[in-house]
Every structure is written in C-alpha cells, then in structure tokens.
C-alpha cells in the first residue's frame, strides 16, 4: 500500500502565498509522476500542475505564472509553491502519485484532501 499525506493548506488573503506538500510512503518501486488537482463546491476535479520524475512539468492555465510544481525525487515528496492567490483558487487540494509497483504494474494514489481558502 502506498500512503500520500498532504500539508500546508489554510487561509490566507488575497494576493498571499501558501506552500502545499505531498509525501509518498510505502510499497513503492518508483514514482513516475506526482500532480495537484482541485476541486471547488459544485465543481468537477481539475487538473492544477503535474510533474515527472525527469523535471517536466504542466499547468492548468489558470495558475500559469502564479504556482510552481517542483519534486524531490528522493523523499517522494512533491510542492506546489501557489503565490498571488485569488478567490477562485479556493478549493480543496488533492496530491496525486503515480507509483510504480514492485510487480511493474503503475497504480493511481490520491491523498485526503487540503483545503485552501483565499479571503477577498
């Protein structure tokens, strides 16, 4: 089993900064990527920023310019570094890992969820 345990959600004002973390423990072989989604009330889940283990990464375009996905490799652990925070950004923040097993087989895992507010 492979565990993801979210950190650095809150409230904070418009126009603040917030840092969300992400580490992956357990059965893991190898990571092959690891991503944040969201998802606000009466809203479906959206992809917000993904990021390989070879550095590359993709942004929703709401968020280009704003947030930064960044990875350490060595502790399974992926950030997402969001600055000029905007109301829209509220949502509850879910870490995503895709986990290569020791069997070879790749497995989707989702943390619980942080929530982000920004006040206007």
């Known amino acids: 089993q492979v565990q993801l345990v979210e950190s650095g959600g809150g409230l904070v004002q418009y126009g603040g900064s917030l840092r969300l973390s992400c580490a992956a423990s357990?059965?893991?072989?190898?990571?092959?990527?690891m991503g944040w989604y969201r998802q606000a009330p009466g809203k479906e889940r959206e992809l917000v920023a993904g990021?390989?283990?070879?550095?590359?990464?993709n942004y929703a375009n709401a968020v280009k310019g704003r947030f930064t996905i960044s990875m350490d490799n060595a502790k399974n652990t992926v950030y997402l570094q969001m600055n000029s925070l905007k109301p829209e950004d509220t949502a509850v923040y879910y870490c995503?890992?895709?986990?290569?097993?020791?069997?070879?087989?790749?497995?989707?895992?989702w943390g619980q969820g942080t929530q982000v507010t920004v006040s206007s």
């Open positions: 357990g059965s893991i072989f190898d990571i092959s990527g």
């Open positions: 995503n890992a895709v986990v290569v097993a020791f069997s070879g087989l790749e497995y989707d895992y």
């Open positions: 990021i390989s283990t070879g550095g590359n990464t």
